[in-house]
């Protein structure tokens, strides 16, 4: 049965390290599924969830948040080293929705008073709705 080594590794720790099926990853480039003997890659990965299927052909499927970071893959192993990577049961979804709500607002102040948005960092605010989405998502938690 072919496997591929998956080890996801974040700031401050390894979260994950054991052998799958089939990996699912949204890179900087888009959509990207990784089998067993991948072509070597190196990739930037944008805030997501992870879909990770157990076995070949199996439709059986975990999730992880994924923050964002890099992905490198040979074809024995993937290593995905992100800014933040949680598995649904650790994430805090009362925080999560939390940051969702501030980014949110961060983003429609920006919108409606161009003359005050020097003092908002869009991009930054992008990217956290985006995190914090990931993590809704994740947990299968509705997003508003
Ligand atoms: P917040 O504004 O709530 O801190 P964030 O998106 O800015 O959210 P990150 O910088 O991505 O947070 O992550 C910082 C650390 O906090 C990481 O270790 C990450 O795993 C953890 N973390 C962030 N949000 C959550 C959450 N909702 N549940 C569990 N862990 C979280």
């Known amino acids: 049965m072919a496997t591929i080594r998956l080890e996801v590794v974040s700031p401050d720790r390894q ?3 054991r ?3 089939m990996l699912i990853v949204r890179s900087t480039g888009g959509e990207l599924g990784i089998l067993p003997r991948h072509a070597p890659l190196v990739t930037g990965l944008v805030p997501h969830v992870m879909r990770i299927k157990k076995g070949p052909g199996s439709g059986e499927e975990e999730v992880m948040a994924i923050g964002g970071g890099f992905m490198e893959v040979t074809p024995e192993k993937i290593t995905v080293l992100a800014s933040a990577a949680e598995e649904p049961q650790e994430i805090d979804v009362a925080r999560a929705q939390a940051a ?8 429609e102040a920006y919108k409606t008073a161009p003359k005050d948005s020097a003092s908002i960092d869009i991009d930054r605010a992008q990217l956290a709705l985006a995190r914090a989405m990931a993590r809704l998502s994740a947990t299968k938690n509705p997003i508003a």
């Open 15 to 17: 979260v994950c390290d």
């Open 100 to 107: 969702y709500q501030r980014a949110k607002q961060r983003i």
């Open 19 to 21: 052998e799958i099926g």
